[in-house]
T-cell receptor, first 114, second 109 residues
Framework: IAGITQAPTSQILAAGRRMTLRCTQD?????MYWYRQDLGLGLRLIHY???????GKGEVPDGYSVSRANTDDFPLTLASAVPSQTSVYFC?????????????FGPGTRLTVL | GQNIDQPTEMTATEGAIVQINCTYQ??????LFWYQQHAGEAPTFLSY??LDGLEEKGRFSSFLSRSKGYSYLLLKELQMKDSASYLC??????????WGAGTKLIIKP
């Protein structure tokens, strides 16, 4: 099935724990993104990757890290979760970076940090 | 700073027309996107404008005025399934999307 998958769908996590959110796409898109969406705020970019092997920081990168070992996978890691990281996390991809491509979104991961 | 403004919520009647406005201020401009997001789901692409004017796509149209930093999304012949949030996003000089908080559209029968 073409598209983007994310795992887990939802998670409740104790503060201080480490957590990795998984994202996989099968569209062979070069660019991938991680956003968080909070009530009353727009989507905010956490990290991005223009191509496999490269990553960059977005608007709100603190407390998060990413890696892009291959084209398909773009995991997001919270090294030591804090309650302010409670949010819905969306992974997205676009065909190429640096041009005005539409972004395709995964179904999201709802994360609660207690 | 970078800023996207759009109304928080709008209500319209089934079969009617509604216009959702968006004003933007970003560092550079590489186009204006509209996405639809149903509750609990992912955003999905609706339209993209980079030149001034109106782009029509079925029941949905999108307008852009770059000199005014203004866009609107026009939805015609509203259906109950159009109840959703509509997200406006401007692409800045780094080709990153800056998102508005979204407009929740409520359709009444």
């Amino acid at each position: 099935i073409a598209g983007i998958t994310q795992a887990p769908t939802s998670q409740i996590l104790a503060a201080g724990r480490r957590m990795t959110l998984r994202c996989t796409q099968d569209m062979r898109h070069n660019a991938m993104y991680w956003y968080r969406q909070d009530l009353g705020l727009g989507l905010r970019l956490i990290h991005y990757s223009n191509t496999a092997g490269t990553t960059g920081k977005g608007e709100v990168p603190d407390g998060y890290s990413v890696s892009r070992a291959n084209t398909d996978d773009f995991p997001l890691t919270l090294a030591s979760a804090v309650p302010s990281q409670t949010s819905v996390y969306f992974c997205a991809s676009s065909e190429v970076a640096g041009v005005s491509n539409e972004q395709f979104f995964g179904p999201g991961t709802r994360l609660t940090v207690l | 700073g970078q800023n996207i403004d759009q109304p928080t919520e709008m209500t319209a009647t089934e079969g009617a027309i509604v216009q959702i406005n968006c004003t933007y201020q970003t560092s550079g401009f590489n186009g204006l996107f509209w996405y639809q997001q149903h509750a609990g789901e992912a955003p999905t692409f609706l339209s993209y404008n980079v030149l001034d004017g109106l782009e029509e796509k079925g029941r949905f149209s999108s307008f852009l005025s770059r000199s005014k930093g203004y866009s609107y999304l026009l939805l015609k012949e509203l259906q109950m399934k159009d109840s959703a949030s509509y997200l406006c996003a401007s692409m800045d000089s780094n080709y990153q999307l800056i998102w508005g908080a979204g407009t929740k559209l409520i359709i009444k029968p």
